[in-house]
C-alpha cells in the first residue's frame, strides 16, 4: 500500500550535506574565452590549443568533413583525416599502430577490458588514474592494486598468478606529477609473460626524445608486450585518446572494445587539431624540453619559499595544502590575485592529502613563471610553510 509521498531523491540531500560538511562540494565555474588570468591549471603543456595552426586545422576540417563524424567508426564515422592521424600517431610515438577514439577515458576503457577478462589478472598501481580503474572494474578480470611504483609488488603478484596477465600504470601520475618506473615494470612483465599497459596521457608531448612520451624515453616503444594509451587533449591541445601498440592488438580492438564499437567517432574537427599539434611538436621539438624547465622552475621557487612541492617528472607540479577547506581558499585566492591553478581534494586525491596542482606550460614566459610563484607564496596559509 501507499505510504504517503515519497521523494526518490531523499538520499541525494543527504550525500550533499554530508560533502558540504566535509568541505568537498565541487562546482562547475564556466570560463569566457578572454580572459586576464594567467591560466596554470589546464593540461595545455605546449600552450597548442589556441595556436594560430592548430585552431585553423580544425577549422578546416569541420568544413571539410563536417561537424561531426555522423556515426560510429565501424559505420561512417571514420575518415580518410582519422587514419592520417592514427598514422601520424603511431609513427611519432613509436609504435606499429594506432586507434584513435573519442577520449582517452574511452581508450584506457577500450585497452583494460578488450586485453583482458575471465580468468586473466590486471596489476594495477595503486594510484593509477580513475579512466583505469573503472576500465578494471568493467573488465571482470581479477584486479591485484599494487603499491605505489612498486615492481617488485607487481613481480610478486604475477608470480602467484598462473594464466594471461596485464600489469597497468600512468606514465605520469596526474596528481603528484612522478613518472612510473617503467623499464622496471617492462623487466617484471616480460619475466613472466604479462603485457604492460602504460597510461601515457600526461607524458606525450613532455617526456622522450621531442616529445614522444614515456615509453619512447624509456625505450619501450614498440616493444613485443607493450600497449600505450594517448589523450589528445593534453599536449596536443585537442580532444579524443588513441590505444598504441601492435597491430594484431589494435585490430583486436576494432573488434572487441566496446567504447570503440557502440560510440560515435572523434568529431573531425577534433582530428585534423590533434593531426595538426602532432606535426607542429615534430618541427618544434623544443616545446617538450621547455614545458619541462618551466615545471622545475616552478618547483625551485616554491620550495625555496618554503612550500612543499612534490618534485615534477613532467609538467605536473604538485602543492601541499593543510586541508581540503584550506586548498580551496588558497586557489580562490589565487585566483583572485590573477592566477588560475588546480585544486585536488578527496577523493581526487587517494591519500586524502589536498593540494594546489599547477601545470607547466612551454608558453609561458619566465616573468610568468615568477609571477605564479610569488602569487602562490603571497596567498598561502601559514600551515602550509
Known amino acids: ?19 558540504a560538511k566535509a568541505g568537498l562540494v565541487r562546482t562547475l565555474r564556466p570560463r569566457s574565452a578572454e580572459s586576464a588570468l594567467l591560466d596554470l591549471a589546464s593540461n595545455d603543456y605546449l600552450g597548442l590549443t589556441h595556436h594560430p595552426e592548430v585552431t585553423s586545422a580544425a577549422a578546416e576540417a569541420a568544413r571539410r568533413w563536417g561537424a561531426g563524424a555522423t556515426g560510429s567508426r565501424l559505420v561512417t564515422g571514420s575518415t580518410r583525416l582519422h587514419a ?41 598501481d595503486a ?36 594464466g594471461r596477465a596485464l600489469a597497468v600504470t600512468d606514465s605520469v601520475f ?40 614515456a615509453p619512447h624515453a624509456a625505450g619501450l616503444a614498440g616493444a613485443d608486450g607493450v600497449v600505450a594509451t594517448l589523450t589528445l587533449s593534453k599536449s596536443l591541445g585537442s580532444q579524443g585518446g588513441a590505444v598504441l601498440g601492435p ?39 623544443e616545446l617538450a624540453g621547455r614545458a619541462r624547465t618551466v615545471a622545475a622552475s616552478l618547483h625551485g621557487g616554491l620550495t625555496d619559499a618554503g612550500l612543499s612541492a612534490v618534485r615534477p617528472d613532467a609538467a605536473v607540479v604538485s602543492v601541499l595544502a593543510p586541508s581540503p577547506e584550506a586548498a580551496v581558499r588558497w586557489a580562490a585566492d589565487c585566483r583572485a590575485a590573477g592566477l588560475v591553478v588546480g585544486c585536488f581534494r578527496p577523493p581526487s586525491v587517494p ?8 601545470t607547466a606550460r612551454a608558453d609561458l614566459t619566465d616573468a610568468q613563471v615568477a609571477q605564479a610563484v610569488a602569487t602562490v607564496v603571497r596567498t598561502a596559509p601559514s600551515a602550509a610553510f
Open 174 to 213: 596526474s596528481v603528484d606529477g612522478d613518472a612510473a618506473p617503467l623499464a622496471e615494470l617492462a623487466a617484471a612483465c616480460r619475466a613472466y609473460g604479462a603485457a604492460l599497459l602504460v597510461d601515457d596521457a600526461h607524458g606525450l608531448g613532455v617526456l622522450g626524445d621531442g616529445g614522444r612520451g
Open 351 to 358: 591519500d586524502g592529502i589536498s593540494r594546489l596542482r599547477l
Open 1 to 19: 500500500m501507499p505510504q504517503g509521498p515519497f521523494d526518490p531523491f531523499d538520499w541525494i540531500d543527504e550525500q550533499a550535506a554530508v560533502r
Open 84 to 124: 592520417e592521424l592514427e598514422r601520424e600517431l603511431a609513427d611519432f610515438c613509436g609504435f606499429e599502430a594506432a586507434l584513435v577514439l573519442s577520449s582517452g577515458y574511452a581508450a584506457n576503457l577500450a585497452a583494460l577490458t578488450a586485453l583482458s577478462g575471465h580468468g586473466s589478472l590486471i596489476v594495477s
Open 247 to 285: 597491430a594484431r592488438v589494435i585490430d583486436h580492438l576494432v573488434n572487441t572494445a566496446r567504447t570503440f564499437i557502440f560510440d560515435t567517432g572523434l568529431a573531425p574537427a577534433a582530428a585534423g587539431a590533434a593531426l595538426a599539434s602532432a606535426r607542429l611538436l615534430r618541427r618544434e621539438p
Open 127 to 162: 594510484l593509477n588514474h580513475a579512466s583505469i580503474v573503472d576500465g578494471c572494474r568493467l573488465s571482470r578480470a581479477t584486479t591485484s592494486v599494487v603499491p605505489h611504483a612498486d615492481p617488485d609488488a607487481v613481480r610478486k603478484t604475477l608470480d602467484a598468478h598462473d
